[in-house]
Every structure is written in C-alpha cells, then in structure tokens.
C-alpha cells in the first residue's frame, strides 16, 4: 500500500496518512502523494470537503527521526542531509513546506481528524488546517527540541495564530504533551470527542460540510483568511462582493425561499 491514500467520493476527498507500522511518521513518498492530492483538490470543482486522518493507532508522529538521520523524512535525498545547510534549506522547500503552501490556495474546507498521537510536524499538519477535531484522549506536542532542531513546516507561523505567542512558546521550549480537553481549551484544537463517537461525529459533520451552501462556504473561508492580514475596509469592500456574487446563485434563491415557507408556516399555527 501507498505511504498516503487519496480518495474522493461523493464529492469528499479523504487524505489518510498510512505508515501505522510508523505512527504514520514521514515519509519522502507520503510528502509527494501529499502534496499531489493537495493541487487534484484545488483545482477540482466536484470536491467539496477535505478530511485528513492517521491509519492505525496514532494520526502523525511527525519526522521519522530515524529516516532523516538516513536521509529521508523531511529531506528528499542522503545528499541533501549531509551535503550543505542550503540543500536542507531547498529540500525543505521543495518538499514538506509546499503542504501548506497549496492548502493557503484551497477554499474548500479542510478538516482534521486526530486520534492518538499528533507530535511535531504532524501536529503543525493538523494545524493548517481549518478545523480541528480530537478524540479526547489524543495526545499533542511540539517535539521539535527533542531532536534539537526548529519547527521547518510552517508551525512557528500557525501555532501562535491558534494559541497565542506564549502558549506557542511553551509548547515549543518545553514540549510538553497536551491531551485533548486541554488542547481545546487553549484553542488547539477546535473540538473533542469521546474516542469512540469520534468517527461517527466526524462523518456527520463533514456531512453538514457536504450539504451546506458551497460558494457561500468557500467565500467565507476565503474572506476570513484575507482578513486576518487586510484592514477593516479592504475586508468589508472584499464581503461586500462577496454578497453580491452569491445572492446571483441559486443557493440564495432556494435557501431563502425555503427560509420564508417555515416562517410562513410557524405564522400559521399562531
């Protein structure tokens, strides 16, 4: 079987990280499959939601440490781990960072599933993305000084976005492992689940995604993002296009009419 399997069905693409004899670390393979399903996703019209999850016991342990001494894992070659600083520096860019990269490009909602174990960068990899959802007894933690190296994928620039410059901090210099509760209170994650309704809530809930008004959902997400780095009136003039685009879509005109037969409805039985 393939490090990653990519799935798309009934207008949900599943991307399954799938190393369990690893804890679904890294791999040369998966980063390839990956970043491959990321740019089928973004420029298909039929997909309408993403759902990233783990085989097996854990959803990432992140870099295989043991590949990367071996010149695999995050680097693409031997000679890129043993060569010079600015192969590393390329590799990385060429590989794992063009992850978040292609989701920055993406409107559809993207959703983590996490069970078990979410360590270093496979945490950063659940946290590029919009939603989060945990069983309450995974366990999360910034790793990366265990190994004595920094976060390479993107997860200085995420993390402190969820949780805060200094709770960022800390999981970084301390490493500390957060379990679910925990992680949804300091906003980490957006949600937990008891481990074992975690696939049926996950599986309604990307049904809602499924069902909802899909324009209006991608212009959302894109209107959130872009403002977090606009000011006040480039957002309001960017929504204000937004509404205008989609009250041309039928969306708006069936959703709205069904809205006034309730009303119409509840008015009846007064």
């Given at each position: ?5 990519y ?19 890294f ?25 990233l999850?783990g ?8 870099g ?7 010149g ?15 192969a ?13 990269l ?7 909602p ?23 959802i945990?069983?309450?007894t995974?366990?999360?933690s910034?790793?990366?000084f ?9 997860g ?11 709770k ?18 300091i ?9 074992d ?8 809930y ?7 008004p ?10 959130i ?9 480039s ?25 006034v ?10």
């Amino acid at each position: 079987m393939a490090d990653l399997i990519y799935e798309v069905k009934d207008h949900l693409a599943r991307i399954t990280m799938n190393r369990p004899e690893h804890l679904n670390c890294f791999s040369e393979e998966m980063i390839r499959l990956w970043t491959a399903a990321l740019e089928d996703i973004r420029d298909r019209d039929d997909i309408y939601a993403v759902l990233l999850s783990g085989n097996g016991k854990a959803f990432c342990a992140g870099g295989d440490v043991k590949a990367m001494a071996a010149g695999d894992g995050f680097f693409e070659s031997h000679d890129d781990i043993t060569s010079t600083a600015l192969a590393r520096k390329n590799s990385l860019w060429k590989g794992i960072q063009r992850i978040p990269l292609i989701l920055e490009e993406i409107d559809k909602p993207v959703i983590a599933k996490i069970h078990g174990a979410a360590v270093g960068a496979g945490l950063d990899m659940a946290l590029m993305c919009d939603v989060r959802i945990a069983s309450d007894t995974a366990t999360l933690s910034e790793s990366y000084f265990n190994a004595g190296i920094v976060p390479g994928d993107g997860g200085a620039f995420f993390l402190p976005r969820l949780v805060g410059r200094d709770k960022a901090l800390d999981m970084f210099w301390t490493a500390r492992v957060l379990k679910g509760e925990e992680a949804e209170r300091i906003g980490l994650v957006t949600r937990t689940v008891a481990a074992d309704q975690l696939d049926d809530y996950v599986e309604n809930y990307m049904h809602k995604l499924l069902e909802a008004p899909q324009q209006a959902m991608r212009l959302t997400k894109r209107a959130i993002y872009q403002s977090e780095q606009s000011t006040l009136r480039s957002s309001l003039d960017m929504v204000s296009s937004f509404m205008g685009i989609v009250t041309e879509l039928d969306d708006y005109r069936t959703r709205t009419a069904a809205l006034v037969e309730r009303l119409n409805k509840k008015s009846e039985k007064k």
